[in-house]
């Protein structure tokens, strides 16, 4: 099976419901084929124009050229990203292929071939945008730590959840931001208190399309017989240590104050050395 076939059959296949609408998923950032076709009849010479909520020009086929060739008309949101199949045209393939898809991308497309019965095909576009999630500690203490996760410009909804290093989820609070754009969905957070020292983990769910992120955190907590000691922090892929921390200010604060006795001392042998004392009989 050709390269081409065989994209074509894995973009079929399944998505098909049974109101004759096809259905594409796919996360920010992929390519997705829109599948058009009338079967095993040449369309070199045919018209088709595909269309984004009946009005947007998204591509245009007339016989030869098209809009990447110089035909006018195509909407600046798609230009320099869409493309056919030419060699696929002999078998009425009239799919095109959306380069780096954007959540504006998301939407009703149809596929007309106005000069041949006034054929038209229905495609539903959704674009997917699943951030990774930014993870913290919010508030620590020597017993306790309150940890939040973050998710922002989600699409479509997610579902967050905290787990401990032995996969059990935690119990947490969820907060939503307020949001009135359908594609920029509102900031979600969860927040949970950890009282031991652990791997934790967020994950973030999207049913559809599905996709998983996760962000890690791993918390350390003293207990009363280490009061003294520590409370440190190692969140994702950086260090946050507040032993370290602590090393690194009093060693600053020791050379900085070495260094201000040094500068008193030297100013002082200045001022004895060049400090002349005139007496008069």
């Known amino acids: 099976m050709e390269p081409v076939d065989l994209l074509w059959f894995l973009t079929v296949v ?21 599948p058009c076709s009338l079967n095993n009849k040449n369309i070199e010479l045919a018209l088709f124009d595909w269309m984004k909520d009946d009005r947007q020009e998204v591509f245009l086929y007339n016989a030869g050229t ?11 949101q798609f230009k320099g990203r869409v493309s056919h199949f030419p060699d696929e045209l002999i078998n009425g393939n009239a799919s095109i292929i959306i380069r780096n ?45 309150l940890l939040q996760c ?14 401990d290093s032995d996969g059990i989820i935690l119990p947490a609070e969820e907060k939503l931001e307020d949001s009135d754009d359908p594609h920029c969905p509102p900031a979600l957070t969860l927040q949970t208190n950890v009282t031991k020292t652990s791997n ?41 240590d507040l ?6 200010l009093a060693t600053f604060l020791i050379c900085w104050k070495i260094g201000w006795f040094r500068y008193i001392r030297r100013t002082m042998r200045g001022k004895l050395k060049y400090n002349v004392v005139v007496k008069y009989p």
């Open 200 to 240: 934790f983990c967020c994950v973030v769910t999207q049913q559809e399309p599905h996709h998983m992120t996760e962000g890690h955190i791993h918390v350390h907590i003293c207990r009363d017989s280490m009061k003294t000691k520590c409370v440190g922090v190692i969140a994702g892929a950086g260090v946050c």
């Open 14 to 34: 399944g998505l098909i419901n049974c109101e004759g609408v096809v259905k594409r998923m796919v996360m920010a950032g992929s390519d997705v084929v829109l």
């Open 101 to 145: 898809t954007r959540p504006s991308d998301s939407g009703s497309y149809t596929c007309y071939f106005p000069h041949i019965q006034q054929q038209r095909f229905h495609i539903e576009l959704l674009v997917g945008v699943s951030p990774k999630p930014r993870v913290m500690i919010l508030s620590i203490t020597p017993d306790w730590a």
């Open 243 to 248: 032993v370290v921390f602590s090393t690194v």
């Open 66 to 76: 098209h809009s990447n060739s110089g035909h006018p008309g195509q909407d600046e």
């Open 150 to 163: 973050e998710v922002r410009r989600a699409f479509p909804k997610t579902q967050i959840v905290w787990h």
